[in-house]
C-alpha cells in the first residue's frame, strides 16, 4: 500500500485554551471528504496523527475511512517528520506538528480559524496553503480538495 496521506486532527478536548481548540477544530473531518480523499482509492494509506485524547475523533474518521490507519498517541516528532518525508500531502489543522510536516517539505493544507492569522504564523515552505475561515466549521470540503488538487497531490 502506497503512503498517499498524513492527516494530523486536533480535537477540543487537548487544547489548554478550550474556546479557542474549539475555533480551531474542523467539523469537516466527519463529512465525506474523508472518505472521498482517503478512502476512495485502494492504494491510499492515510494517516491520522494526534494525541491518545484524540482517539473518539480519529475513530470517526476511521469509520468513514476504513483505510485509513489511526496512530493517535503513538508517535513523537521524529516519527511525524519521518511519516511526511514519505508522505504525498498532509492535512491539517493550525498545530505545531503542521509545522514539522510543511519543514520536511511535504505538500500541506493547513486550516485556520479566525484564533490565529496564517499572515504571521503558517507553516512555511514551498508547497504550503493555508485555508482560513471564521468560523472554521463555514469551510467547505470542496475547498479543501481544490487545495490538495493545486497542489497537484489529488486529481
Known amino acids: 500500500m502506497e503512503l498517499v496521506a498524513l492527516v494530523y486532527v486536533m480535537a477540543p478536548a487537548y487544547a489548554a485554551n478550550m474556546a479557542a481548540a474549539f475555533a480551531k477544530f474542523w467539523p469537516g473531518w466527519n463529512r ?84 490565529s492569522d496564517p499572515a504571521l504564523c503558517a507553516p512555511r515552505g514551498p508547497r504550503v496553503t493555508a485555508l482560513r475561515r471564521d468560523p472554521l466549521a463555514g469551510l467547505d470540503p470542496g475547498d479543501v480538495l481544490g487545495a490538495l488538487r493545486a497542489l497537484g497531490v489529488v486529481s
Request: hydrophobic share 50%; glycine share 12%; charged share 15%.
Open 32 to 115: 465525506p471528504i474523508s472518505r472521498r480523499w482517503l478512502g476512495d482509492h485502494k492504494t491510499v494509506a492515510g494517516f491520522l496523527l494526534g494525541v491518545a485524547a484524540e482517539g473518539p475523533l480519529t475513530g470517526r474518521i476511521r469509520e468513514l475511512c476504513p483505510a485509513a490507519i489511526d496512530i493517535a498517541g503513538r508517535t513523537g516528532f521524529a516519527d511525524i517528520a519521518a511519516l511526511a518525508r514519505n508522505a504525498a500531502c498532509a492535512l491539517g489543522n493550525d498545530t505545531g506538528p503542521m509545522h514539522l510536516i510543511a519543514a520536511t517539505g511535504c505538500p500541506s493544507v493547513v486550516l485556520f480559524s479566525a484564533e
